[in-house]
């Protein structure tokens, strides 16, 4: 794991591609899902009926993507207000990249019907949001 963390620049680039990245991610989500469910020009009249009779992989997908829109806001919070704080920069970088490559798991894990590891994954997205907040306060002290 460590050489993964290597790969990790310093620079808060880093932390807004993952912002980027993280913010791309449901609207990849959403164009998958259409593409696995059969959604044509002519479905776009009403996307969202069409979407809602979705089965399988791509109800998964779509889910996917919309609980990808839920997090959205609590991640990039999380790094806003990190840096904000001074939380050092590198410790910034692992946390956001983490939650992209796990939300990146997380679609995967959803999409194929892995339950249990999904929610695993879901929480361990979480938590690198929940710590950067933390890591803000201490800061903040």
Aim: proline share 4%; glycine share 2%.
């Amino acid at each position: 794991m460590s050489w993964f963390f290597a790969l990790i620049a310093d620079s808060a680039n880093v932390a807004i591609w993952s912002m980027i990245i993280a913010s791309a991610l449901p609207f990849l989500l959403a164009m998958l899902a259409k593409a696995i469910g059969g959604f044509g020009m002519a479905d776009n009249s009403h996307p969202r009926e069409v979407v809602a009779k979705f089965t399988g992989r791509a109800a998964r997908a779509h889910a996917a993507q919309q609980n990808s829109f839920e997090s959205l806001p609590i991640f990039l919070a999380s790094v806003i207000v990190a840096m904000f704080f001074f939380v050092p920069q590198i410790v910034v970088n692992y946390l956001a990249v983490m939650y992209v490559v796990l939300r990146l798991i997380y679609a995967i894990a959803y999409i194929i019907n892995l339950p249990t590891l999904r929610s695993i994954i879901w929480a361990l997205s979480m938590a690198c949001c929940f710590m950067l907040f933390y890591l803000a306060v201490k800061m903040a002290l």
